[in-house]
RNA sequence: GGCCCUAUCGUCUAAUGGUUAGGACGCAAGGUUUUCAUCCUUGAAAUCGGAGUUCGAUUCUCCGUAGGGUCACCA
């Protein structure tokens, strides 16, 4: 499903849920050849993952009887005729098209966002309606099923406009009551054209696959176009319907911007308890990094908490493991002497005693939890100063240039790697 | 091209016929326990152009300009 019809659906959920309605979708299968049933079954695993589950459903290939019905009365009163022409594909061949009598006036629609709209339908022509008695065209069916289906607010994209005086035409053919319409801004790609799914991979399923959670996207969306007139930002799908109001509505296109849907994924990532969001990162987390020398549960169940406010999403989570910033947690580094020595140091032997103290420390210290670790060794990082002790601490446990802070790692991996992890690079820089 | 829609920081947007044009994301600088991240503070950054109405317009009107949608025997 493209991410414009989860938020053109998110509208339509609000909407009605603000006025006590019913939210309705209707899959418009007109076309036997484009449609597929797992593409259907998609949609609706789609609807069900993003929380918007209509409140009623419909197809609209399930009408046929009714539309061949609808579309026999308007021939029997002239307000359709069937006229034989060339096909269009093969001009050696006849077919047969129901076209409708134009009665070519103009039509002015009050739009639930834009306003009055008018058009001269003149120019529209007899336009068709159905390929045969038996096979109607999208305009007709969608017009057809509304009246039949009770629909008293469409909600759909902007593309919609011009479809519309066709539709109302229609249905005044047909005598039926006139739906209000309203049509929504469209989302585009940061050159300012339509939002693709093949070309901007602006399909939920990319989304979900990149690890973005449900409750991120639609609070981004329901932002994108729309807005309530607060400096709030963050709303949760029931504090939506809340203050939905479709005047708060943009009438110009809104540009698709992943940044902002990725801080809007890291507020939501911190609100996550931590069953589901240990869920989450363990699935996001390679096969491999089980395969350390020192992986084990306990170090993994610290870890956790760690990477938590380092990414935005669980893409990110699976790039940096990939990258090795959690090997740290579960196999020794081999810290590079360079990378040791404190910027004051005139050589990173220099380190070796502050190390060394730094061990003594730790052999006494209290390893339940980060906070006692840094207890223990702040008095003498304080002395010292604290880029001196931290620094070649923290490469001693790491390797790195960039990871969490020392006493973070070291409550990670515990005492005894922690004393043996410094050894060993007291041991590279006397080489 | 016809018809239709739209126009405030880079992006999403707020506001009023008179404001230092506000917020958020992003960006930059500084700070918070060294690095990364978080958090905090500060900063740069916008009313598409031209007429008209008005004491005054970003706001109202018109004309341009730009962007978008649509012109099917697709949906």
């Known amino acids: 499903m493209h991410i414009g019809t989860v938020r053109t659906a998110l509208f339509n959920y609000l909407f009605a849920k603000k006025h006590g309605g019913t939210y309705f979708v209707r899959i418009e299968d007109t076309d036997k050849e484009r449609n597929k049933e797992e593409w259907v079954d998609a949609i609706w695993r789609d609807f069900e993952w993003c929380g918007l589950m209509p409140d009623k459903r419909s197809r609209t290939s399930e009408h046929l009887d009714r539309h061949r019905e609808l579309l026999r009365g308007l021939v029997e009163k002239d307000t359709a005729y069937v006229s034989s022409e060339p096909a269009k594909d093969d001009p050696e061949r006849t077919v047969e098209l129901v076209r409708l009598r134009n009665p070519g006036k103009e039509l002015t ?12 339908t003149t120019e ?4 068709v309606i159905a390929r045969s ?17 009770g629909v008293t607010h469409v909600l759909r994209a902007e593309e919609h406009i011009s479809n519309t005086p066709r539709q109302i035409l229609i249905q005044e053919a047909l005598g039926f009551p006139r739906p209000v319409y309203g049509h929504l801004p469209l989302i585009l790609a940061p050159d300012r054209s339509k939002l693709s799914k093949r070309k901007h991979g602006a399909s939920i399923e990319n989304y979900r696959s990149q690890g973005f959670l449900p409750t991120a996207i639609i609070n981004y969306l329901a932002l994108l ?4 007139g607060t400096d709030q930002e963050i709303f949760s799908l029931t504090e939506l319907i809340d203050v939905f109001s479709i005047d708060g509505v943009q009438k110009g296109g809104a540009v698709f911007d992943v940044q902002k849907l990725e801080w809007f994924n890291k507020e939501y990532l911190l609100k996550l308890d931590s069953h589901e969001y240990q869920h989450m990162v363990r699935n ?3 096969m491999e990094i089980a395969e350390l020398p020192q992986f084990d549960e306990e170090r993994l169940q610290r870890l956790l908490p760690v990477i938590r406010e380092r990414v935005h999403t669980m893409k990110e989570v699976a790039e940096a493991a990939q990258a090795g910033e959690y090997d740290f947690a579960f196999a020794a580094p081999h810290p ?3 990378l040791l020595k ?15 103290r730094a061990a003594e420390i730790l052999h006494e210290a209290d390893f339940s939890s980060a906070e006692t670790v840094k207890d223990a060794l702040w008095p003498y990082a304080e002395e010292i100063g604290r880029g001196e002790l931290l620094w070649p601490l923290r490469v001693s446990l790491t390797g790195r240039k960039e990871s969490p802070d020392p006493f973070v790692c070291a409550f990670i991996i515990g005492r005894e790697e922690t004393l043996a992890r410094i050894e060993k690079a007291c041991d590279t820089i006397g080489r």
């Open 109 to 120: 629609f009050d739009d639930l966002v834009r306003g009055p709209i008018t058009f001269d």
């Open 124 to 127: 529209l022509g007899d336009f």
């Open 133 to 149: 008695i038996d096979d109607p065209l999208y305009h007709f069916a969608v017009v057809a099923d509304d009246g039949d289906e």
């Open 225 to 228: 176009g729309w807005n309530p």
């Open 284 to 286: 996001a987390l390679p």
């Open 336 to 338: 590079d002497a360079d």
């Open 342 to 356: 404190w910027k004051k140091d005139a050589t990173a032997a220099d380190a070796i005693p502050r190390l060394q």
